[in-house]
């Protein structure tokens, strides 16, 4: 069995003579922790044989040859073998617990005569709702082979996202393929980590069932971030406009802040702070600002399209680090909102009747991204500042319904009211009128 708390590589190769290292990771529980961690080869038999574990135990027949650490505040623990033999070939177990039938994954290591080519397990850890940059080894420089993301299981190697379009669905809007550089090497951009991203992914180019030139990458995904929720949908209408801000580190001291439209794991620059705009959004949209201080620049898009509908990446990087965060645009006809069983955040925009009528935006600071969104009831040759007159937005969750008349939001409380007082008020009558015929008869 293989449990969501543990994993590893499923495959391992080295070389006669040479020696290799492999990791197993886990979820940092206090059982996890302290239990004891193994690792066996499984003989004919079926029984799993301890190699090594840390109550101290080594076989003999790898006595001085192999070694155990566990590194507990990381999650992982490695084992390391030297002077293989042709005979190490073999499936073995890394697991926790007191029997060798406890917690485990298994694994196959091939010793082979040559094995000079092989790229070791690459550990990359995440923040939840954070971002991550993987960087693959390179491949065919004429960037003519397909690059690929696939999650290693059970029975092979699933694939996630790839360069001729495929995106699968629980990455949507949230991976990004980059082109191969000189060398053939290109990276693997993922955002608005999961908990459920975590595992044993691999990257390369060609074909999946082929190992050589591709890095297997260990992704953990840290459950306790400092990263608040934030959302993942704007709504506007045609002819709209609205403003958000992105954010980055401001100690990052990032070369480049843009925004990119995503589509199919490829992300295409549309503006950035130097003031570049890309032809097709010319006039209707621009990065104003940019807050070196706070870390922020602020998008601005008006003159709204049906086609403008899609995810936008904000992005801003320098020559080692990268720091991403997506949002996802819905362009509606009329009056405009924004539901979807996705996302925790619900925006309702409205248009204003004059701009004498407007109020300020609801404005939310986030990690990435804050919003500002609206609809616009007139044009104008410049571009809308950041607080857009003529918007108004109701709260996050709040559901509103529009009316043609104002007072009819106070029907279903007047309505009772009214019946009630017609019903006094004909009491009262009644009685003075039973009254009135007793003081009549007297």
């Known amino acids: ?104 994954v298994s694994l196959n290591l091939m010793v082979l005569a040559d094995a000079s080519d092989l790229v070791p397990t690459q550990l990359i850890h995440g923040e939840l709702r954070g971002s991550v940059t993987i960087l693959c080894p390179p491949g065919d420089t004429h960037g003519v082979e397909k690059r690929f993301w696939c999650k290693v299981g059970r029975t092979g190697c699933a694939l996630i996202a790839d360069t001729d379009g495929y995106v699968g669905r629980s990455h949507q809007g949230r991976i990004f393929i980059t082109p191969q550089d000189s060398s053939g090497a290109f990276k693997i ?64 001291n990032y070369e480049k802040k843009y925004l990119c439209r995503w589509k199919a794991a490829r992300c295409s620059p549309l503006a950035d702070a130097d003031g570049f705009v890309h032809e097709s959004y010319k006039g209707r949209m621009q990065i104003t600002s940019n807050d070196q201080e706070n870390g922020t620049y602020t998008v601005v898009m008006r003159h709204l399209r049906e086609e403008d509908a899609g995810w936008y990446w904000c992005r801003a990087r320098n020559r080692h680090t990268e720091h991403m965060s997506s949002v996802k645009l819905r362009i509606q006809e009329g009056r405009c909102s924004s539901q979807d069983p996705e996302t925790s955040t619900l925006v309702k925009l409205t248009l204003s009747s004059s701009p004498a009528a407007h109020s300020t935006p609801t404005q939310r600071s986030i990690t990435g991204l804050t919003y500002t969104a609206g609809t616009a009831t007139e044009s104008t040759s410049t571009l809308l500042p950041t607080a857009l007159p003529g918007t108004s937005a109701t709260p996050p969750g709040e559901i509103y319904h529009e009316s043609s008349s104002g007072e009819s939001h106070l029907l279903p409380v007047v309505l009772p009211a009214l019946i009630l007082l017609i019903f006094i008020t004909i009491t009262i009558l009644a009685l003075t009128k039973i009254k009135l015929q007793k003081e009549t008869g007297k």
């Open 189 to 252: 951009l993922i955002n608005d980590l999961k908990k459920e991203d975590s595992g044993l992914y691999r990257c390369g180019t060609g074909r999946l069932s082929v190992w050589d030139s591709q890095r297997v990458v260990a992704l953990r995904v840290t459950a306790a971030s400092t990263l608040p929720k934030r959302p993942k949908f704007l709504s506007s209408t045609v002819g709209g406009s609205l403003s958000f801000k992105c954010h980055y580190d401001p100690k990052g």
């Open 1 to 104: 069995p293989v449990s969501s708390t543990l994993y590893g590589s499923r495959f391992l190769t080295g070389e006669v003579g040479g020696s290799v290292t492999h990791q197993c990771f886990y979820s940092i529980t206090p059982a996890n922790k302290h239990d004891r961690k193994y690792w066996c080869k499984i003989a004919r038999s079926g029984v799993c044989y301890t190699v090594v574990s840390t109550t101290g135990y080594t076989s003999k027949d790898h006595t001085g040859r192999v070694s155990l650490e566990d590194i507990p505040q990381n999650g992982t623990f490695a084992v390391t073998m030297t002077e293989l033999k042709k005979n190490d070939t073999g499936t073995y177990r890394c697991g926790i617990g007191t029997t060798n039938r406890d917690l485990y």
